[in-house]
């Protein structure tokens, strides 16, 4: 399905002209403005940004936006990022793709993201269904939902990314819903700003494929942390990250310091490419081998 639409080209994000794959009225639009508001907002140099994504209809928010842009394979965005932001730690890294791709295809490298602590922003747009493929159930489907593949309904409970980021010690956790577009950037601005791994789940509506996760279903099923939450209560968050009743929306987790990969691998500032090459290493490297 084709939206057609050029977008605005009031920010230097934008991509006017540019054909979109996307359904009228999916939430992946609204996550896309967030993000491009964000990014304008910090000040980023589009020159210095790069979004990777891997496959869905979340995956293709790198081609629109006016930046480097790499998309890989299925589930593998995290170690494309990594080795991006390894290849030169200055660059800003987003990987970005929905819930089937990090959470499914991508689960094991979502683990291991965490555990690494590497400086890229994760961004998942959660829409609870493979968008892309016609409407299967995703690991994050909800219990009982009927779809063309599960017509008695989804029989497992759903997969709790906020839960499982917090065991791992994710430095920054945070959840936002693609309908309420100003708290949402706020967000993104906050994980893009944090130095570490920032994981950021955006609960949005696939209109076509899944009709029971609506606009409306997240209105009413979910709410904002309090002003005087403490984002920094790891034990408290873990309560949050388990409620079922309503899910909340807001910076679960925060904690400040933790090491990221790049410093424990020694990676310097300069960048992969100005390295120079030591010709006497490089043979003796290669007679090694013969």
């Known amino acids: 399905m084709k939206n057609g639409n050029a977008r605005k080209g009031e920010n230097p994000f934008d991509m006017p002209g540019k054909e979109m794959g996307w359904c009228p009225g999916c939430g992946n639009y609204r996550l896309l403005d967030a993000l491009k508001a964000a990014l304008a907002e910090l000040g980023i140099d589009r020159r210095n940004l790069v979004i990777v994504s891997g496959i869905g209809q979340g995956a293709k928010t790198p081609q629109y936006v ?16 990594l080795g991006v932001k390894l290849s030169n730690r200055n ?28 400086d890229v922003t994760v961004i998942v747009h959660d829409n609870m269904v493979y968008g892309l493929t016609k409407g299967q159930a995703s690991p994050t489907s909800r219990k009982g939902m009927k779809t063309p ?18 065991a791992l ?12 577009g100003e708290e949402t950037k706020e967000i993104i601005k906050q994980a893009i700003a944090f130095p570490g791994l920032a994981v950021v789940d955006v609960f949005q509506p696939c209109v076509v494929f899944n009709k ?37 929306l807001g910076v679960l987790y925060r904690r400040e310091g933790r ?9 310097g500032d300069t960048p992969a490419y100005e390295h120079k090459v030591d010709e006497d290493a490089f043979q003796r490297m290669l007679d090694g081998y013969r």
């Open 66 to 81: 006016n930046a480097h842009m790499f998309n890989g394979l299925h589930g593998r965005a995290l170690p494309a990022a």
């Open 91 to 118: 660059l800003v890294v987003i990987a970005e793709s929905g819930d089937g791709c990090m959470y499914g295809e991508g689960g094991n490298h979502f683990l291991h993201a965490i555990r690494r602590n590497y």
């Open 149 to 166: 593949v599960q017509v008695n309904g989804v029989m497992l409970e759903p997969f709790n990314p906020l839960a499982v980021s917090l």
């Open 169 to 180: 010690d994710a430095p920054f956790i945070a959840r936002a819903s693609a309908g309420d």
């Open 212 to 248: 029971l996760n609506t606009y409306q279903w997240f209105k009413e099923n979910t709410y904002y942390l309090p002003d005087d939450y403490d984002p920094s209560d790891r034990q408290r968050a873990f309560a949050k990250a388990l409620e079922t009743e309503k899910l909340p």
């Open 259 to 267: 090491k990221v990969y790049e410093d424990l691998l020694g990676i």
